[in-house]
């Protein structure tokens, strides 16, 4: 098993998140239902192309924040 901080902002702050052996950040997303995020990993943003070949990692810390979009006007 895999164990890792997931801190979610805004929402409900920091918990630890389990996950099966050899998941990966699209498994947590899933898991977490965290569509529309953006994923910073351990101080490094990971691009949704890269969630599906990217294993999580015991002792991870894992920000998942709301999308910034600009201001269309």
Do not use: Y
Not at 11 to 27: E, S
Not at 30 to 40: A, F, Y
């Amino acid at each position: 098993m895999i164990t890792l901080t997931l801190i979610v902002i805004p929402g409900p702050g920091a918990r630890t998140v389990t996950l099966p052996d050899g998941a990966t950040l699209q498994d947590l997303v899933v898991q977490e239902n965290l569509h529309g995020r953006d994923l910073i990993v351990d101080g490094q943003g990971v691009s949704p192309m890269q969630w599906s070949a990217t294993l999580a990692s015991s002792g991870t810390e894992v920000f998942a924040t709301g999308s910034v979009k600009g201001n269309n006007n």
